[in-house]
């Protein structure tokens, strides 16, 4: 599939540097007055060059356009500007975190020389992650996957370049999520330096709508960060037989997730809500800096954010060493006046052993939660379903059977995992009727795994078995696919299925 190299320069620098070449421009309507960015970016003409440092500064797009298919590297990140250090203009500085103006995109690089490695396998990940990739470039030492953002974060010197260090701790936190996933990820590579340069024969993927908030990044870093949490050990010890951290209490994460908190005279409001959450941070042994990078995320999805000093001193007061932890009864009111008024502190505050009873174990109890059947039914279609066969065609009958499921709750499940986009299914009714069912990942896998001559015909089967046109799930795939390749006609939904 050809693309609009146009395009997709234009889609990643989200006008950061000028439409047009302020001089000498060929293209530039007569009347046509530029509203876009003055920054700069540096290319290369081949990875030589760029280890000898030899480039060149860019400040249009249409200088990049003119030199089409030119360039192997570039920065997809603008800086404020760019200048020669030699007489011959042939040796480009500033591009250093401290001149960064605006940062568009994350990327991850793959190192692999794997004929086998199918890099829809990363987009399988990607899409589980719940954020899709925008671009996908082969390089010749593997793969680059970059993740744009909605909006450019742009880096303000007079915050301390604060947007840098929180844009680099999310870019640290998804290459270690695919890192973990068993892909060979650099996690050396400088989070907003230089990277491939797309290319027609470099692009193998691209979707111009798969682009997420900066906000919505961030949200997936405090997750995923909590999800990994390594536990402190005797950092700082609380008085008690234990070590019981609050941070690990469910009042923090719906205080540190509440974007409704603001300042309000007579009212406990966002000073007092970064400053518990400060102290809970202080008391759990984490390090100042540790907290304030999560502070500052914080502050900056609220509606109405403290400015940078004032945030930095109110942290530095929780760390003063004049308190030992968030006091209980604060954290009630707030979360009270900021999360739901009916909270009391069963829901607030994790219960201690030798105080509280235990949560049962599934084995002993009667019923089991919704998550717990939704994984049940998940793990069913993975020991049932496999690449040439990625569904399973039975009743509801005997998927209650087999997972003691009462009819009500495979209802519930079945309507909540399609709702969450993990599971297809088809219901037919009459003497054979039945149900086709099949998870997202199932169907993604077999897409990517079968031979390349069969891929579409696949493709074409799964789609219309279950409905998927118009779903994110198809219009990614069709994008992984050569539509120009002639389709073969396959049987899969007509298999003997027992």
Partial sequence: MAYNL????????????????????????????????????????????????????????????????????????????????????????????????????????????????????????????????????????????????????????????????????????????FSKKGYPVDLNANHFGITRIPADDSILYFEADQRYSFKEWIDWSINYEFENMPKKNNVYQLKSKREFRQVDDPWFRMLLFSEKIRGQKGVMGRNNVIFTLSLAYYSSGYEIDECELTMLEFNDRLQSPLRNRELTKIIKSAYSGKYQAADREKIIILCQEWVDVSLGEDQLFAKRPGLYKFKKDRSVRKYSH??????????????????????????????????????????????????????????????????????????????????????????????????????????TFEKLLNPKRPAVQTELFELDTG
């Fill in 6 to 177: 146009d395009v997709v320069y234009s889609t990643i620098l989200q006008n950061g540097i000028r439409k047009f070449k302020y001089k000498n421009s060929r293209l530039k309507p007569v009347s046509y007055i530029d509203q876009s960015g003055k920054g700069a970016i540096f290319a290369y003409r081949s990875k030589e060059h760029m280890a000898d440092g030899m480039g060149v500064v860019i400040t249009s797009e249409e200088a990049i356009s003119a030199n089409k298919n030119q360039f192997s590297h570039w920065t997809p990140n603008v800086y404020r500007y760019g200048k020669y250090s030699d007489q011959y203009r042939l040796f480009p500085t500033g591009h250093g975190e401290d001149n960064l103006r605006q940062i568009n995109t994350f990327y991850i690089d793959v190192d692999t020389l794997d004929p086998n490695f199918k890099y829809g396998e990363l987009i399988l990940d990607s899409f589980e992650m719940g954020f899709m990739p925008t671009m996908v470039l082969k390089s010749p030492r593997g793969y680059q996957f970059f993740y744009v953002l909605e909006k450019p974060a742009y880096v303000n010197k007079n915050t301390d370049f604060k947007v840098i260090d929180c844009a680099k701790r999310i870019s640290k936190n998804l290459r270690d999520f």
């Fill in 370 to 475: 919704l998550h717990e059947w939704a994984g049940d039914l998940l793990a069913y279609l993975d020991e049932h379903s496999y690449t040439h066969k990625p569904y399973i065609v039975t009743t509801k009958k005997d998927i209650r059977e087999s997972l003691k499921i009462p009819e009500r709750s495979l209802d519930k499940v079945l309507k909540h995992l399609k709702k969450e986009n993990k599971i297809y299914f088809r219901v037919r009714s009459g003497r054979n009727g039945g149900i086709t069912l099949a998870s997202v990942k199932a169907l993604m896998s077999t897409i990517i795994r079968v031979k390349k001559e069969v891929q579409e015909a696949y493709f074409i089967a799964i789609s219309e078995a279950f409905g998927l046109k118009h779903t994110k799930v198809y219009s």
